[in-house]
């Protein structure tokens, strides 16, 4: 099987009137689909997904891990999530603070039977496990806050699904919130609507969370690849579903099949892939 690799970087909302952000995040995306997919070579889908997802949190032009957004009472609280599709596990961590890479947490949590964590038990259960403090605010996120940017929807979530060489698949996809929203807001990054995948597909979502747990998105695009749609076909229609309320959304796909497919339902959303070589788009 070759080994592809899909990832996303949320959409350019925050950033769609500055032209020198928009290419310095096509580079990063670039870069870091790249070095993901040279590590995918020789790892696993797993291992390549959550890779990639730490490269990105490791950049501050994505609303996840260092930048994430800030939250209406001046805190940062982060969600990601991992889905194994060869063994089915789900891991996730929902609102963790302090930590520096919370895609790694949700690593860890892969191994106990209590695989999704929140809040403050998840960050006891980060420390307990050698995750060390970390601030990942940036100056960029505090002059946003304190000016009280009042756009109503963020949309940075950051997401990698993988095939490797040996046909699994893998999804991950991390996030740190909408920004401004209220402190316990649960979005669909640390949850089967927004990160899910199995032998037949794997599925990372970005948008409006809301939206998308209201969809069962990315569990239900998979499942209707299990029952037999084609990948885009089965993209497509789930997206159709999102009419209705306005829903917004952007999914990246790879099918066991080798089928690799990206769609949002409104423009900007911010994607790379590397199949035969590293492409970039928007």
């Not at 009042?150 to 040996?166: F, I, P, Y």
């Not at 991950?172 to 919130?177: L, N, R, V, Y």
């Not at 917004?248 to 590397?274: C, L, N, Q, R």
Request: glycine share 8%.
């Amino acid at each position: 099987m070759k080994p592809k690799i899909i990832i996303h970087g949320g959409f350019f909302s925050e950033a769609s009137d500055s032209e020198e952000t928009r290419v310095e995040k096509h580079k990063a995306l670039k870069n870091i689909v790249t070095e993901a997919h040279k590590y995918l070579v020789d790892h696993t889908a797993l291992e390549s997904v959550i890779y990639a997802v730490s490269l990105l949190e490791n950049c501050e032009l994505f609303n996840a891990g260092l930048g994430s957004q800030i939250q209406s009472d001046g805190k940062i609280r982060m969600s990601a999530s991992i889905m194994d599709g060869a063994t089915k596990k789900f891991s996730g961590v929902i609102n963790i603070q302090e930590v520096k890479n919370p895609i790694f947490v949700a690593e860890k949590l892969l191994e106990f039977e209590d695989s999704v964590l929140s809040g403050e038990e998840a960050l006891s259960f980060a420390r307990q496990h050698g995750f060390n403090y970390y601030n990942p605010e940036t100056q960029y996120r505090k002059e946003a806050y304190l000016e009280k940017l009042t756009e109503s929807v963020r949309k940075g979530t950051v997401g990698c699904v993988a095939l490797d060489s040996e046909g699994k698949l893998a999804a991950a996809t991390s996030t740190g919130g909408k920004g401004f929203e209220l402190p316990g807001r649960v979005s669909d990054s640390a949850t089967v609507a927004g990160n899910f995948g199995n032998d037949f597909a794997a599925v990372s979502c970005t948008g409006v969370g809301e939206d998308i747990v209201s969809a069962g998105l990315a569990a239900k695009i998979v499942t209707r690849v299990t029952d037999g749609m084609s990948l885009k076909d089965a993209c497509d229609k789930s997206m159709d579903e999102l009419k209705p309320y306005n829903g917004f959304a952007g999914v990246v796909a790879i099918s066991a099949k080798g089928e690799v497919y990206f769609t949002d339902s409104h423009p900007y959303m911010v994607w790379a892939s590397y199949i035969d070589n590293a492409e970039v788009f928007s």
